[in-house]
Nanobody
Framework: QVHVVESGGGLVQAGGSLRLSCAAS????????MGWYRQAPGKQRELVAM???????NYADSVKGRFTISRDNAKNTVFLQMDSLKPDDTAVYYC???????????????WGQGTQVTVSS
């Protein structure tokens, strides 16, 4: 059974920084992609940043230049370094991963439980 667990959320003042972590655990063959979405109250869930196998990254325009996604392959963990935070970044941040359980089966998509990030003005 595969689990995806986030950590690192919290309360920070505008202009500050936070670092989120997400670890995938369990038995699987490989991780194809791993990244972050967020959902603010009353809004749809949106992509924040995604890191694909091979190193390709994809960022939302609203976070480019402020957020950096990285990965520790040995620990099956992805990080989101968030700098110059704004009140508009306030949301629940969810980790998302495409994970292949075996080499012959298409990847499954997994979500973490979410971690709250609150940026005060």
């Amino acid at each position: 059974q595969v689990h995806v667990v986030e950590s690192g959320g919290g309360l920070v003042q505008a202009g500050g920084s936070l670092r989120l972590s997400c670890a995938a655990s369990g038995t699987f063959f490989s991780i194809n992609a791993m990244g972050w979405y967020r959902q603010a109250p009353g809004k749809q869930r949106e992509l924040v940043a995604m890191l694909m196998t091979g190193g390709t990254t994809n960022y939302a325009d609203s976070v480019k230049g402020r957020f950096t996604i990285s990965r520790d392959n040995a620990k099956n963990t992805v990080f989101l370094q968030m700098d110059s935070l704004k009140p508009d970044d306030t949301a629940v941040y969810y980790c998302n991963a495409d994970i292949m359980l075996t080499p012959r089966v298409p990847a499954n998509n997994y979500w973490g439980q979410g971690t709250q990030v609150t940026v005060s003005s």
